[in-house]
């Protein structure tokens, strides 16, 4: 059942200084954002795009499609967007007529936010209307669920509808936004203004066919069919040829695979055909094992590492050691080498990190968001973006990245009523770029005590217990998180997109998937552990009041519907922010253990922690089956967060009651364990479908009512068209006008407006902000930069401030 919020509450923020301006590069509060422009070259990729329409082909890739044709056009569209749906008509009408006049020109059209066969079907049906001409191969529809060719081609902020117009060498030649930008409703922009983009796109495509650099080559007026896509399954035995020489000889099984297993009579191994379908078998006797070594007790060896945390909620290595407080920082000296762990603490909304953690180097420190009772309110969980291979370029690759997920309905600290406005935090774990600020809201200085200051923030999931980050090279940023949503017990995908960076409150570029179907009914009050295996895409999670661990097919599941209706507090209502519920997606119990929580993975094998057992149970990820169980010292009942270093074979965990940090030596478990356990070079076929039952599942997709969305800009309370509302170097004259609330129990006084509105010191936040001071300071807001405090004063540089 889903729980229906009681109050909404939407954050708009406007897209700064673009508006529906063709202007490129676009311009972020003023500012170029790198993006391809008239004369720059697409990169070359072969990364395939789905298509919706027409049947064939089932992908493209941009490459292919230079080879074939002279001239290529590309739209950019989304589906809660009057003035897109307006245009693709057109769009549909002018691609298939000037494809029939010049079969060299291909089109292209990219739709965002779910319901691309419902859009194909209108714009179809309108083409058909209103110029009598009914699209048959053109455009080609990509359904831009990863949101991959928006971020290639029309990079945020950008506006929407818009266009490109690439030749066969690649190169952009035009790129424009399109009639309707900036109507805010459909019949806002007459057919007439919409009809303009048919000459528009005509004049664009023949100023390239009549450059004598285009090739003079009429390529094929369809794309060859390309090879059926791999679906793994276990096939009857093929049938014997029909006995003539002119038939192609029959696929035939590769030879099978080595054993599973290291030792024992259990493991399993596979063959495949024709790269299409893959065979199972248990490994016979010419397959014979050693025995097994039955593990002991001794094979493990278990430290506590560190004390004194704050009910430790999770623990996980920082990919890059040295990275955030390098050799010295906050007057302090750190060691740059060795594993780095850090604990999010539930407590004191506080973030622990551990350089050297386990050598005689380690040390420990403390940091915080100075509006921790918002963006860390009791966090919960903790993930690090660890893949540093992703091939983005470095102005978009997220790599060192983490987010925080907040086991809290947004009540500040039970300071207010709740209104369920939370979701998970992104953080820049870099020191650089005002990502660590000091209590003034400046870039920190070496000397100076530092604050997190968040790159983004989504607000869809309230009372979170586990988050896990996506290694998935497909989006352009790599900032995808899965979370628990404690509040609806269901998973939620969330991708931050393009972060909107330190200072900025942008939320109108995002993409957030609900899964209702996966439910999880977790403990509140302990942490879920979540771990994705990055090769086959399978999500792992604790679901602790149903005791077991579930596996998801993150690649698996489509687009059914709009969340807005049903779920509706989100964090803008702006187009290019999508909202969806996702159906048909692949999951199963994986494994039944009481009270599971934390969880790791490591060398084909699933590491779990249990509330009440002193011990961490293995499992095969192949078998699902129970390998060994690793003992922990007797007191250890209360483990939460794990995480392994590979390198030295070492598990970190927390425990939430005793307080402390401790590590396993797991280097054993190569050895010792039972007659399912993986060779570390043995790998399954590459196909996540291939470990889940087949059922018949159809998605009804539907597009969203336009009445969910604001096509333009407009006053939702303290968020409005107003640029200083939500940038920090500007003074909102409405929220200086919270300076003087002291009705703190008021039911009108928005916490979360004092928050925007640039308060960190205000009587009725938590602790006033007088806990920035210590030593009985006290505070003194400064409008959105920070506090000083009575106690402190600082001079640099002929600078001053402080009390």
């Not at 110029?131 to 669920?145: C, Q, R, S």
Request: aromatic share 10%; hydrophobic share 35%.
């Amino acid at each position: 059942m889903i729980r229906h919020w009681y109050l909404i509450f939407l954050l708009l923020v406007p897209v700064y200084g673009q508006g529906c301006s063709s202007t490129c590069p676009p311009l972020d509060s003023g500012v170029p954002v790198p993006s391809l422009c008239t004369d720059d070259n697409l990169p070359s990729s072969s990364q395939e795009h789905p298509t919706c329409w027409p049947s064939s082909p089932t992908t493209v890739n941009f490459d292919d499609l230079a080879l074939q044709y002279d001239v290529i056009v590309i739209s950019n569209y989304f589906v809660g967007c009057n003035a897109g749906r307006r245009e693709s008509g057109v769009y549909a009408y002018s691609s298939q007529r000037l494809h029939d006049e010049h079969p060299n020109v291909v089109f292209v059209s990219s739709v965002k936010g779910g319901g691309c066969e419902t859009w194909t079907d209108r714009y179809n049906d309108f083409a058909e209307d209103e110029f009598g001409l009914k699209p048959t191969t053109m455009p080609i529809t990509i359904e831009d669920a990863s949101y991959a060719v928006r971020d290639l081609l029309f990079t945020s902020p950008y506006p929407h509808p818009s266009y490109v117009v690439l030749d066969s060498s690649l190169k952009v030649r035009d790129k424009f936004v399109g009639p309707c930008c900036g109507y805010e409703s459909y019949t806002d922009c007459s057919v007439a203004t919409a009809k303009t983009l048919d000459s528009t796109l005509q004049t664009a495509v023949e100023a390239v066919l009549s450059d004598p650099a285009v090739r003079p080559s009429l390529s094929p007026t369809t794309l060859p069919t390309p090879a059926p896509t791999a679906v793994l399954a276990t096939p009857s035995p093929p049938p014997t040829p029909a006995s003539t020489s002119s038939l192609a000889p029959s696929p035939s099984w590769t030879p099978w695979s080595s054993c599973s297993a290291t030792c024992g009579k259990h493991g399993i191994k596979y063959r495949t055909l024709e790269e299409e379908s893959v065979e199972t078998a248990p490994c016979d006797e010419a397959d014979a094992l050693p025995d097994c070594t039955t593990c002991s007790p001794g094979s493990f060896t278990v430290s506590v590492l560190h004390d004194g945390f704050d009910e430790p909620s999770d623990v996980k290595l920082h990919p890059t050691p040295g990275l955030h407080l390098g050799a010295f920082s906050s007057g302090r000296d750190f060691p740059t080498t060795g594993p780095e762990a850090w604990v999010s603490n539930r407590g004191n909304h506080s973030i622990s990190v551990i350089p050297a953690a386990g050598t005689f180097e380690q040390t420990s420190f403390n940091r915080v968001d100075r509006g921790y009772f918002h963006y860390n309110s009791e966090i919960a969980a903790i993930s690090f973006n660890k893949v540093d291979d992703s091939g983005r370029d470095s102005d978009r690759d997220t790599f060192n990245y983490f987010a925080t997920c907040q086991g809290n309905p947004n009540d500040y600290l039970q300071t207010k009523t709740a209104n369920y406005f939370m979701g998970p935090s992104l953080y820049n774990s870099s020191p650089d770029n005002r990502n660590l600020v000091n209590k003034m809201g400046k870039a920190c200085e070496e000397f100076e005590e530092c604050y997190f200051l968040h790159s983004d923030m989504l607000h869809e999931a309230p009372h979170c217990t586990g988050i896990v980050h996506d290694p998935e090279t497909l989006t352009g940023y790599g900032t995808v998180f899965w979370q628990v949503d404690g509040w609806n017990n269901e998973l939620v995908r969330f991708d931050f997109q393009k972060p909107h960076g330190p200072g900025s409150m942008d939320h109108a570029v995002a993409a957030i998937r609900r899964y209702p179907e996966v439910k999880i009914t977790p403990n509140l009050g302990k942490h879920t552990g979540m771990v994705i295996d990055a090769s086959t895409g399978n999500l792992y999670f604790s679901d602790y009041e149903n005791k077991k661990i579930v596996v998801m097919d993150t690649t698996s599941g489509a687009y059914a519907r709009t969340a807005r209706i049903e779920y509706p507090i989100y964090s803008s209502r702006l187009p290019s922010f999508e909202y969806s519920i996702y159906e048909c997606a692949l999951f199963r119990d994986f494994a039944s253990i009481d009270n599971p929580t934390g969880l790791a993975l490591f060398d084909g094998k699933l590491y779990v922690a249990s509330v009440d057992s002193p011990s961490i149970s293995v499992f095969s990820l192949v078998t699902s089956e129970l390998l060994f169980t690793i003992p922990l010292p007797e007191t250890h009942v209360d483990v939460a967060g794990m995480d392994i270093d590979a390198d030295t074979q070492m598990l970190y965990y927390v425990d939430a009651t005793l307080e402390v940090l401790a590590s396993v030596d797991i280097s054993a478990s190569s050895t010792c364990s039972n007659d399912a356990s993986l060779s570390i070079k043995w790998a399954f076929p590459t196909a996540p479908a291939s470990t889940f039952e087949k059922f018949n599942c159809t998605v009804n997709a539907t597009l969203p009512p336009d009445s969910l969305f604001d096509q333009v800009h407009v006053d939702s309370g303290y968020a409005s068209e107003d640029q200083a509302v939500q940038d920090d170097s500007m003074m909102d004259e409405s929220a200086v006008l919270l300076a003087n609330r002291t009705d703190c129990g008021n039911v009108t006084l928005n916490f979360d407006a004092l928050l925007l509105g640039g308060y960190f010191c205000h009587i009725c936040l938590p602790g006033g902000g007088n806990q920035f001071c210590g030593k009985g300071g006290i505070c003194k807001n400064v409008q959105w930069e920070g506090i000083v405090c009575d106690n402190e004063h600082f001079i640099k540089d002929g600078e001053s401030w402080g009390g």
